[in-house]
């Protein structure tokens, strides 16, 4: 033992250090954020609550039943299913997203090729039941509207719609030429342009028409 | 006074003892309170200090910036479930924690908070501290060996070597001081330190106040001593198995001895409840504020000390811990005690 670390070890040198440290530390702003009275500031690129973008055009979701979401799910937690209506025409019949299981990776939104699926910013879904964190293809769209509700702007863009270091060249024609989605119109719905409310208003009726089949079909079959 | 005529029957002595007696219990009734009340703040002047200096806020959600949390946390503890080990021995088990609870506050009795605030002014004050530190592991043991737990018993068992190898340094750091004062009464120990002009034993006496603070952290079981209840190993120690209100009793021991021991420290060392006369000399206005607004400081000052080195130290290995109380600390109390006898004697 030199004379030197014999004198540390008898006046605690060490020690008095530390404590110099954990005094000024105490004295230093706390990094706590107080949660339900403050909240974080989210950056762009956080993978929270999931949602089907709302097509501007149709008011409906843009999936087009590729699976490639299904597949590349590494929790798969995704199922879908594919339905024909009476003209044979393919539809989207089923979509449920487990939220539970999900990892929020994010690869559905980044394989997407019509940009259809997102994970939005909130972050606050919290329940008491699973059946709430149970997303099924209305509650996805209904998310996507809360959302939106929260947006100042009158766009809205997902950096996974197109991943960074991936060439733009191999990605979908659709994903190419995606631009941000407007959100604003989805607001004023009810009154678009004079054309297309028929169409959209045919499609939103056919479409519970179709779960209220389904529902009773299951409630046959139960039976 | 003439009591007599208020009890009648009674002679004057009689009346005048139990005048006394009634003074005395409320005397022991409000040391008491103002104890318990200084064990649950200083819960919460833990949790904030190791907080803040762990970046944290510490508890900020019960009453502002957490000032209730004390009481909700007793509140939680009254209401638990207590549970008493099918295999332990019952008795012993649900003794323990009067034992460890009912050794420490006793030796709130001896202690001066102020000028003429003692509860027991006893010529064998300093004796009668270790005494009742002492009989405090007792608790701690027993604890340990009727849970039949091997965490628990472990526990007791480090506890107990723990506190007889520093009981021992403890005990000589404060020869010096007994030396010093010529007394082992603590009221005398303070009106000794007011003969001089630094007003503290602490200056002449800095190595032994050193000593007497680390042996103090081991006997209380405090970081870096804390391997009684090293969480890491043995889950919570001695106290593994016990829930509830005993959980508390403990706990509420573990937070007076510490209290006692700064007492203790502030009393021999820093001159109680008094100031270095020749700090009353250069700001005389000192001298109208209350000893115990001194007293108390002094304490607080140490609780933080105790907080702080809980922040930063972290604990020491079991043969570290026991070479260090017999290999360092106790040759060199003992060497101070030798050094104070020749520099009492020359001078």
């Known amino acids: 033992m030199t004379i030197k670390k014999f004198i540390n070890t008898v006046l605690f040198v060490e020690i008095l250090k530390g404590m110099a440290l954990t005094f000024k530390m105490m004295l230093s702003k706390p990094v706590t954020i107080q949660y339900p009275d403050e909240k974080r500031k989210i950056y762009p690129g956080f993978r929270g609550k999931h949602a089907f973008v709302r097509d501007p055009k149709t008011g409906r979701q843009k999936c087009i039943m590729c699976m490639k979401c299904v597949n590349i799910c590494p929790s798969q937690c995704i199922s879908l299913k594919k339905g024909r209506d009476e003209n044979n025409k393919p539809f989207l019949e089923q979509y449920d997203i487990e939220a539970l299981r999900c990892i929020y990776c994010g690869y559905c939104v980044e394989v997407c090729p019509v940009c259809a699926l997102v994970l939005t910013e909130s972050y606050e879904y919290c329940a008491y039941t699973k059946e709430e964190i149970y997303f099924d293809k209305n509650k996805l769209l209904t998310n996507w509207d809360d959302y939106v509700a929260t947006l100042s702007g009158d766009v809205y863009w997902n950096k996974f719609w197109r991943p960074d270091g991936v060439d733009i060249s191999k990605m979908p024609k659709s994903k190419r030429e995606q631009g941000p989605v407007p959100i604003r119109p989805i607001a004023v719905q009810p009154a678009p342009t004079p054309e297309k409310p028929p169409v959209a208003a045919a499609e939103k009726a056919a479409d519970p028409a179709v779960k209220a089949e389904e529902k009773t079909e299951a409630k046959k079959e139960g039976e | ?347």
């Open chain 2, 1 to 347: 006074m003439d009591t007599s005529s208020f009890y009648g029957i009674m002679d004057a002595g009689t009346a005048d003892f139990l005048l006394r007696m009634v003074l005395m219990l409320i005397k022991i009734a409000v040391v008491i309170v103002v104890a318990m009340l200084h064990v649950a703040y200083s819960t919460w002047f833990e949790r904030k200090i190791i907080g803040h200096m762990q970046i944290r806020l510490g508890p900020m959600r019960v009453g502002p910036h957490g000032l209730l949390q004390p009481f909700a946390d007793f509140i939680k503890l009254f209401f638990k479930e207590d549970i008493i080990p099918s295999a332990g021995d019952r008795l012993v088990f649900q003794a323990a924690p009067m034992i460890a609870l009912f050794a420490t506050v006793s030796a709130l009795a001896v202690i001066p908070f102020f000028d003429d605030f003692v509860i027991a002014n006893v010529n064998v004050g300093l004796l009668y501290l270790f005494a009742m530190s002492s009989l405090s592991a007792y608790g701690i043991i027993l604890a340990g060996w009727s849970s039949n737990s091997k965490y628990a018993f472990l526990g007791g068992l480090r506890s107990s070597a723990q506190v007889i190898s520093y009981e021992i340094a403890l005990a000589l750091s404060l020869v010096g001081v007994m030396m010093l004062s010529g007394s082992l009464n603590l009221v005398e120990i303070v009106e000794a330190q007011q003969k001089h002009w630094y007003g503290m034993f602490a200056v002449i006496q800095f190595p032994a106040y050193i000593l007497f603070l680390i042996c103090a952290f081991a006997e209380t079981n405090r970081t870096p001593f804390d391997l009684p209840e090293a969480e890491s190993e043995l889950v919570a120690g001695y106290f593994v198995e016990y829930s509830g209100m005993r959980f508390a009793l403990f706990f509420l021991g573990e937070y007076i001895a510490m209290i006692i021991m700064s007492c203790i420290a502030v009393t021999c060392f820093l001159g109680g409840w008094t100031l270095p006369p020749i700090v009353i000399q250069a700001l005389p206005f000192l001298a109208l504020v209350p000893g115990i607004v001194w007293f108390l400081l002094k304490v607080y000052c140490h609780l933080f000390l105790y907080y702080w080195i809980r922040a930063t130290v972290p604990r020491f290995r079991y043969d570290h811990l026991m070479s260090l109380g017999w290999k360092i600390l106790i040759p060199i109390s003992l060497a101070n005690i030798v050094i104070t006898s020749i520099a009492k004697y020359a001078f």
